[in-house]
């Protein structure tokens, strides 16, 4: 192994999530790109395709799944089942379920054969994790929107990725598929120990060591994250789905904290994640995506826009149709917008499609490239609305 090669590569990561909030702020006056999407860019640009610095690799592959594992923990940590129970969460489900069936019947439709199942999975998906940052930086989790919009991408992120789990695993287990409905069921009963009364015992302990050197909470997090996407790999699921488990299973023990201090713990695990490990898995999503086979590919081409149509009905249509009880105007429009933005689900789909021959590489790389656009176009225009309805309600007579 080049040891050397691999740590000048490992420094042109570094740099790329460096440069990428950088350049973000540069073109501010512009147009407002999420960080995510220039991530991606960069990825391109120093990958194989382009440049060539970064090249790919089982050590800078084993940090990207780090990363995406943390992203997905963060997920699961930022959910409060309290908050987002009740309404919220029931019409989040229903509309999953009918964004699945209708992503399932177009795909039956165009005749994508074999592989109609990986990609209404992928299609029917949230970006959970990739609008969090956009939507708290923005102040969107405070308002009406916030409880919608955790409970729409829950779902929308947990779902899609369990039936990845027990449809397209790889393991060799017996019981594999018992084992990966527990590991999903451990998410669904940490929601419910989550309104039980707090431990105060759990709550001194954690409390007495976070301004230590000990930081039990950041290192029990690091552990459950780690035993769980151990367990998630030793059955053959996707190790996102470990990861989401274990970030709600560690929001519920860390509830015991008050909320100034659990508050620090999410900004620590927040330092560690966004500012370590999930940006590398997005510049290394760029360094392996298969650009060549997108720009000599007419067809794929042409599949951007569609996928993208796909999107903005399956998920962003439906859920508006659900929300129209709760939310009325711009912010149903909003959320809609957020709810249809995808990425990391879609590239572990379709790159699983694309290694089983159930789709073609130009296929799956449009896809993905058109869920790249999702993420640049829909936050924006969900920000967008969701600017003017609060301009709108400042600007009512009192």
């Not at 740590?7 to 460096?18: E, G, I, K, P, T």
């Not at 990425?343 to 021959?357: D, H, M, Q």
Request: hydrophobic share 60%.
């Amino acid at each position: 192994m080049d040891w050397d090669g691999l740590s000048v590569q490992l420094v042109v990561l570094a740099m790329a999530a460096v440069a990428a909030p950088l350049l973000v702020d540069r073109l501010e006056r512009w147009v407002r790109l999420p960080g995510v999407v220039v991530e991606i860019v960069l990825g391109i640009v120093i990958g194989p395709q382009v440049l060539g610095l970064v090249q790919t690799g089982v050590l800078l592959e084993t940090v990207s799944q780090l990363g995406l594992a943390m992203l997905f923990f963060l997920a699961g940590y930022e959910i409060d089942f309290r908050a987002v129970r009740g309404r919220p969460i029931v019409a989040a489900s229903a509309g999953w379920v009918v964004s699945f069936a209708l992503a399932a019947g177009a795909m039956w439709a165009a005749g994508a054969g074999g592989a109609v199942l990986i990609l209404a999975i992928g299609v029917s998906s949230t970006a959970l994790g990739t609008i969090l940052p956009i939507a708290r930086d923005s102040g969107l989790l405070a308002g009406p929107v916030g409880p919608h919009l955790m409970a729409v991408g829950a779902v929308g992120e947990f779902a899609p990725i369990a039936l990845l789990a027990l449809f397209y695993s790889e393991g060799h287990h017996s019981g594999r598929t018992t084992l990966a409905i527990a590991l999903a069921g451990l998410a669904v009963a940490a929601a419910a120990i989550g309104s039980l009364r707090r431990s105060a015992r759990v709550g001194r302990l954690l409390s007495a060591t976070l301004g230590t050197s000990a930081q039990l909470a950041v290192r029990l997090s690091v552990l459950v994250l780690l035993g769980a996407v151990l367990l998630a790999a030793e059955i053959g699921v996707d190790i996102a789905l470990g990861a989401f488990a274990a970030g709600v299973c560690m929001h519920v023990l860390l509830s015991a904290l008050d909320e100034r201090e659990e508050a620090l713990v999410q900004s620590k695990l927040d330092g560690i994640g966004f500012g370590a490990v999930v940006p590398v898995f997005f510049v290394y999503t760029g360094v392996t995506f298969d650009l060549d086979e997108l720009l000599g590919s007419p067809v794929a081409l042409a599949l951007i826009p569609v996928f993208l149509l796909v999107f903005a009905v399956v998920r962003g249509a439906v859920t508006w149709l659900f929300a129209r009880r709760a939310l009325a105007g711009r912010d149903r429009g909003a959320l809609a917008a957020f709810a249809a933005t995808q990425l990391p689900i879609v590239v572990i789909a379709s790159s699983t499609a694309a290694e089983r021959g159930l789709v073609e590489e130009a296929v799956a790389a449009a896809m993905v490239g058109a869920a790249m656009v999702s993420v640049l176009v829909f936050p924006l225009v969900g920000l967008k609305w969701t600017r003017r309805s609060t301009a709108a309600v400042a600007a009512e007579p009192i």
